[in-house]
């Protein structure tokens, strides 16, 4: 089946730390996998992307490297920022399914 | 920017009440979503429509319906609001990127419901 695993939260770190994320993913067929963020209060946005095997999603300083021989899809910032305290959710999709399948979430707090 | 709009942000119902929630997207996207939300179980998916009057069942369907009248409005129906239904509703609509194939979803800002 369809799942994904990421790390357990809730993740504290102090500003310009390096940040890490990992998740892992099972699935059939050829998954696209994304990264959102939920900031308190909202609605989950897309934060990257990545449609096939070795495809590095980036945004906003965030990075993640679809490695199909290790079934993961870590998220990585050089630098954190007070303003990237969030929810971060790992999810994929399949393609031509119509289903999603999202992580349970990982809380960041960044502090000064 | 593809836009969802989530009609209401806050709700508080009582118990046995019917309640709607409300979601309109702006960008023709096939494909619509209800998923609840809550802490410590993540995302979990109510219901989706992948057409006008077209709708699957999700992981958890039990205690709610949806409608689809048109491509752009979908509908969340609570039909006796009980207070295992407080939650945050997430409202979300997909379309497929490029020759990818690749589906991604765009979500509302959310409608917190508290059912007392």
């Known amino acids: 089946g369809n799942s994904v695993t990421q790390m357990e939260g809730p993740v504290t770190l102090s500003e310009e730390a390096f940040l890490t994320i990992n998740c892992t993913y099972t699935a059939t067929g050829y998954p696209s996998l994304f990264w959102y963020v939920q900031y308190p209060g909202e609605g989950l946005q897309l934060l990257l992307k990545a449609t096939k095997a070795d495809d590095k999603g980036s945004n906003k300083g965030f990075e993640a490297t679809y490695r199909k021989e290790t079934t993961s899809f870590h998220l990585e910032k050089g630098s954190v920022q007070v303003s990237d305290s969030a929810v971060y959710f790992c999810a994929l999709s399949v393609y031509t399914g119509n289903q999603f399948y999202f992580g349970t979430g990982t809380s960041l707090t960044v502090i000064p | ?116």
């Open chain 2, 1 to 116: 920017d593809v836009k969802v709009t989530q009609s209401s942000r806050y709700l508080v119902k009582r118990t046995g009440e019917k309640v709607f929630l409300e979601c309109v997207q702006d960008m023709d996207h096939e494909n619509m979503f209800w998923y609840r939300q809550d802490p410590g179980l993540g995302l979990r998916l109510i219901y989706f429509s992948y057409d006008v009057k077209m709708k699957e069942k999700g992981d958890i369907p039990e205690g709610y319906s949806v409608s689809r009248e048109k491509k752009e409005r979908f509908s969340l129906i609570l039909e006796s609001a009980s207070t295992n239904q407080t939650s945050m509703y997430l409202c979300a609509s997909s379309f497929i990127l490029g020759q990818t194939g690749a589906n991604v979803l765009t979500f509302g800002a959310g409608s917190r419901l508290t059912v007392l």
